[in-house]
Each structure stands twice: as structure tokens, then as C-alpha cells.
């Protein structure tokens, strides 16, 4: 969906830790 963030999605791993592997 265009309205939902992507996998790991670089530029929300970098801001968003809401679904880091890690």
C-alpha cells in the first residue's frame, strides 16, 4: 500500500525504529 511504510525501508529505519531487525 502507498500509505504504508515499507520493510526496512532506509529512510524510515534511520528515524523510525518501528521494525528494526535489530
Request: cysteine-free.
Amino acid at each position: 500500500a502507498p500509505n504504508e511504510p515499507a520493510p526496512m525501508s532506509e529512510e524510515k529505519h534511520k528515524t523510525e525504529p518501528w521494525n528494526w531487525p535489530w
